[in-house]
């Protein structure tokens, strides 16, 4: 009746608030702001994408000259459905690189890490399922989850001494179980998407414990853990930060790990829509299962993906000339990105401004109350644009560079104790 009444013409389910995107409004402010008094006075840490330092995207050289060579024909045609074959067998490196996994390893080509998160939500939790991601986490799992007909909730990632909280994730991992048979849980690590945390390698090895008893107590339970790597080649050394994925195998059948890559940040391919997901399955059964499903999946919302982005990560990483250059070219932006970090870093500690535990990554965030006040003065008052989210504030110094990353601190320190 409600719905003869209101002339609306979506379903009751699909009625969205439009234009309501907190970051890419004040990303336009930014841009405005920038047009008026140019870029120099301004600090625009409202961008996720990887910038020089007077604010231009960065395009890796190694990553366009390859995708430039490509033939048009390569780069007209379809891909197949579940990722062309040179592909699917390079992406296992650009995944785990040299700490494959023990296990049954499949992967299916993805628009992005998001299409790999949408499969794994959509293949691996029920309609209605509640999917549990990190307190602070990436607003898109939420539109994702609830696109496809399910939620998401949320565990309290910090303890009291800004590390993992075991009991909160066990608490309510446990809890979801109980109710629904099966989880999906999310952890975006390492270079977490807004804190920059990551799971350290004991926290692993722990969370590998927990879910190994979990699994033989209940083997009718089904435990499957997603690893959202998206910001994983600016972690540590890259390498070094993918010593977990030997951890988190050798459990019982019931749980699964699955890897959700992006070639976004990692290849500088954000609007090319590259990525995967994978698993490392227990049996060659579950993987088999997985590759069925993936791909069904695929063919019944965006077909294929990109066959050109595709083919250059094939060229790249399966010639030993090319993979080196373009690893050289990221580890000279890795090295930008953790020195604007580390200013940051030291500035705040310098004026006593608390951030969550950051370790890598392309955001630090601010925990705060009147967040929606401070932003806005800041844009008003100091040429400064940072990002308000449900906790707190996100900077980015992935976009800033190094001399506004030290200067920034202060600026936020001073709103805080003004509006806080
Ligand atoms: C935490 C996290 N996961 C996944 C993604 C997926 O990105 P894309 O679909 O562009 O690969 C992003 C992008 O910003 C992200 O921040």
């Not at 992406?91 to 299916?108: S, W």
């Not at 999906?184 to 692993?204: F, K, M, Q, R, V």
């Not at 999946?297 to 990483?317: D, M, P, V, Y």
């Not at 993979?323 to 030291?346: C, G, I, P, S, V």
Request: hydrophobic share 40%.
């Amino acid at each position: 009746m409600e719905e003869l009444m209101s002339n609306r013409m979506v379903i009751s389910s699909s009625v969205r608030e439009a234009g309501n995107d907190p970051i890419f409004h004040i990303a336009e402010l930014a841009k405005k702001r920038i047009a008026e008094v140019g870029h120099e006075p301004v600090i625009n840490s409202t961008i996720g994408s990887l910038m020089d330092d007077d604010g231009n995207l960065v395009a890796f050289d190694s990553v366009y000259s390859t995708f430039r060579n490509l033939k048009d024909t390569e780069i007209a045609a379809y891909a197949s459905i579940a990722g062309i074959p040179e592909f699917l067998e390079n992406v296992v490196y650009a995944c785990f690189k040299h700490h494959k996994p023990d296990g049954y390893i499949e992967a299916v080509a993805t628009p992005g890490g998001t299409g790999a998160v949408r499969n794994a939500i959509a293949n691996y939790s029920e309609i209605g399922d509640e999917v549990l991601v990190q307190d602070w986490h990436w607003a898109p799992y939420g539109t994702i989850a609830q696109e496809n007909r399910r939620k998401i909730t949320t565990f309290e990632l910090f303890d009291e001494n800004g590390n993992f909280n075991f009991k909160s994730y066990e608490n309510k991992v446990l809890e979801l179980l109980e109710k629904q048979k099966r989880i999906l849980t999310i952890l975006n690590t390492p270079a977490h998407n807004p804190t920059g945390y990551n799971i350290s390698d004991d926290e692993w090895k722990q969370l590998v414990e927990f879910y190994t008893k979990t699994a033989n107590e209940h083997p009718d339970w089904r435990i499957i853990v997603l690893c959202d790597i998206a910001y994983i080649d600016f972690a540590g050394k890259g390498e070094s930060a993918r010593q977990f994925m030997e951890i988190l195998s050798g459990m019982p059948e019931n749980v699964l790990p699955l890897y959700a890559y992006s070639a976004s940040k990692a290849m500088t391919m954000y609007g090319l829509r590259n990525g995967a997901l994978l698993c490392v399955a227990p049996t060659q059964e579950i993987a088999d299962e997985f590759k069925a499903s993936c791909s069904f999946s695929n063919r019944g919302t965006w077909s294929n993906g990109t066959r050109s982005a595709q083919a250059t990560l094939a060229k790249i990483i399966s010639n030993d000339q090319l993979r080196e250059a373009y690893e050289a070219e990221q580890a000279d932006w890795r090295n930008t990105l953790q020195t604007r970090a580390k200013a940051f870093m030291d500035s705040a500690k310098e004026v006593g401004l608390k951030t969550c535990t950051y370790r890598d990554g392309f955001f630090i965030s601010i925990p705060c109350e009147n967040r929606e006040a401070i932003r806005d003065y800041l844009a008003d008052q100091k040429n400064f644009f940072i990002v308000a989210l449900k906790k707190g504030l996100r900077f980015a110094p992935c976009a800033v560079n190094e001399e506004k990353c030290g200067r920034a601190p202060a600026l936020i320190k001073a709103a805080i104790d003004k509006f806080d």
